[in-house]
């Protein structure tokens, strides 16, 4: 097999991939995660279960997979917003709402897809640990921002980061969100701008 | 019946319901609340099933009773420090410190009570709601002799003590209490002191 051959083969192996983790998502939304077996999945993609097989060792791979991607979205939307220009207290007003409202979407309208990231946090995939950690890292970034620019008081940004964050459990954590959801206060609004008096 | 005797009996029923649900409560702690029966309750206390019955009309009710008792002691003990002299940021981290610590025995060393709680996050049974209210009330009660004083900056004590109550949920709620335990960071002396940041 000549090298090009062997790019085009890597990337219609990606693609593969690629398709299956969506087709899985598509299908979690629709019958909900635990209903869905390997053999709809194949089914859907015109392939037989032994070669999702290839690339997945087990269903539970797939279930993280798709996990992954439904975290990474969310990071890559925080990701945009720390890229911004403007005030820190804005973008950290920004992120906030954005996770809310993606978490919302995903755990309280798409119920499905709340289980999924229940099993998740149950079973501690690494995937949460990655999720949280890199997500600190973005909300850091913005505060190192805002304590350059005198917006907010000097001191360790990661830090800072980890407790806005932890303070704000409540409107970004798939299980909260369905528990807290019959307590009207405190809103979104009002802890976001809690969080960011603390750091003044 | 004389009103003296209505009155003893009355003492006396009383006294048989708090020790059903000391007893219940010390069986939930020794063999989980699913696996104890109204039956394994009734024999520690030497009485009868339906003696039992005749104070609380199910299996759910004790369950109801005990939950209620644990919160309630945690509420006490937030109250008697609510009305101590000093500083109200030292009453609000000996309060926090306290909740966490007391929580700690009950939801991660004494397992078996983590679920009775658990299942009454989940049922969103009344005295989650009415435990949430009361504890808010006591924090509040601390916060606005802190803007009193001066400490912290004039606003709703009401607003800022469901704020400050949410941004700690992490070391209070029996389920994210286990779920977080593996995140080192932040720790609850850091939190609380961002909290604190926060009404300044």
Redesign the interface.
């Known amino acids: 097999m000549k090298v090009s051959d062997a790019t085009r083969a890597e990337a219609r192996e990606a693609d593969t991939r690629t398709r299956i983790i969506t087709t899985a998502d598509r299908l979690y939304r629709q019958m909900g995660f635990q209903k869905t077996t390997v053999a709809d999945i194949a089914r859907e993609l015109g392939m037989s279960p032994a070669n999702v097989y290839r690339f997945f060792r087990s269903k539970d791979e797939i279930n993280e997979a798709v996990g992954r991607q439904l975290l990474g979205e969310v990071l890559a939307a925080g990701l945009e917003i720390a890229g911004r220009d403007g005030p820190a207290a804005e973008r950290l007003h920004a992120l906030f709402t954005t996770v809310e409202r993606m978490n919302t979407e995903r755990f309280t309208v798409e119920k499905k897809l709340h289980d999924l990231v229940a099993l998740a946090?149950?079973e501690?995939w690494q995937i949460v640990?990655d999720y949280?950690e890199r997500m600190d890292a973005v909300i850091a970034r913005i505060i190192a921002d805002g304590m350059n620019r005198g917006e907010f008081r000097a001191g360790d940004p990661q830090?800072?980061a980890?407790?806005?964050h932890?303070?704000?459990?409540?409107y970004s954590?798939p299980?909260?969100m369905v528990?807290c959801a019959?307590?009207e206060?405190?809103t979104l609004e009002?802890?976001i701008k809690?969080?960011i008096?603390?750091?003044r």
């Open positions: 946090l149950t501690n640990f949280v830090q800072a980890r407790c806005l932890t303070a704000l459990i409540r954590h299980r909260l528990e019959e307590f206060d405190p009002q802890m809690f969080g008096a603390a750091l």
